[in-house]
């Protein structure tokens, strides 16, 4: 079992930044991808940025492209979502996720990930 502990979210004004990250526990997570879902109230679970093992290759959803990062530190087990330039429509609780993906296997869809973190609150006033 992987256990995965998100932190870092809050309350930011438009504009601001925010530095999520999500610490993986029990099982290794050595050749996992992983990914950063969110989902607003109401709506549906959405994909926003995931990170190959390597590190070397990254996806992002086209309405964060630009203004959010993704990142990991094997060593540390951890993977970081930086968040700039965030907008009121980028409120929502934010969940890590992680699993090894397969080649050919969409990392955009929650399906894909066996492993989930509670969610962190993530609030961006006008």
């Known amino acids: 079992q992987v256990q995965l502990v998100e932190s870092g979210g809050g309350l930011v004004q438009a504009g601001g930044s925010l530095r999520l990250s999500c610490a993986a526990s029990g099982r290794t997570v050595s050749g996992y991808t992983m990914a950063w879902f969110r989902q607003a109230p109401g709506k549906e679970r959405d994909f926003v940025a995931a990170?190959?093992?390597?590190?070397?290759?990254?996806y992002y959803a086209d309405s964060v492209k630009g203004r959010f990062t993704i990142s990991r530190d094997n060593a540390k087990n951890t993977v970081y979502l930086q968040m700039n330039s965030l907008k009121p429509e980028d409120t929502a609780v934010y969940y890590c996720?992680?699993?090894?993906?397969?080649?050919?296997?969409?990392?955009?869809?929650?399906?894909?990930?066996?492993?989930w973190g509670q969610g962190t609150q993530v609030t961006v006033s006008s």
């Open positions: 996720a992680a699993d090894r993906v397969p080649n050919g296997v969409r990392v955009t869809t929650t399906a894909t990930y066996d492993y």
């Open positions: 990170i190959m093992w390597s590190g070397g290759s990254t």
